[in-house]
């Protein structure tokens, strides 16, 4: 069993930035892909990243392509999202993921386990 706790949301203006956190408990994930969702308000969850087992691949979706970054820390079990130039379009609740792939993938139908995730809000 792999539980994962996300951190680093909050409120921010248009412009700004947040780093987010997904730590990973239970076992190692160091052979997992793990992506980041989001679900904003009356909208079905969406893909944001995602990053493979090595992190040398990754996957964004169009819309934070240029402005968002995935990178993981298998030796502590983390996997960050910087998330610059923030737009209020945004807002969302982020959950990250972890599926047992090899490669970074953008259907949340393969990812076996998730986060409660994070507020981030974004205002003009």
């Known amino acids: 069993q792999v539980r994962l706790v996300e951190s680093g949301g909050g409120s921010v203006q248009a412009g700004g930035s947040l780093r987010l956190s997904c730590a990973a408990s239970?076992?190692?994930?160091?052979?997992?892909?793990v992506g980041w969702f989001r679900r904003a308000p009356g909208k079905d969850r969406e893909f944001v990243a995602a990053?493979?087992?090595?992190?040398?691949?990754?996957k964004y979706d169009d819309s934070v392509k240029g402005r968002f970054s995935i990178s993981r820390n298998n030796a502590q079990t983390t996997v960050y999202l910087q998330m610059n130039s923030l737009k209020p379009e945004d807002t969302a609740v982020y959950l990250c993921?972890?599926?047992?792939?090899?490669?970074?993938?953008?259907?949340?139908?393969?990812?076996?386990?998730w986060g409660q995730g994070t507020q981030v809000t974004v205002s003009s």
């Open positions: 993921a972890v599926a047992p792939l090899r490669g970074p993938d953008p259907d949340p139908s393969k990812y076996s386990y």
């Open positions: 990053i493979n087992w090595s992190g040398r691949s990754t």
């Open positions: 239970g076992r190692t994930f160091n052979t997992d892909a």
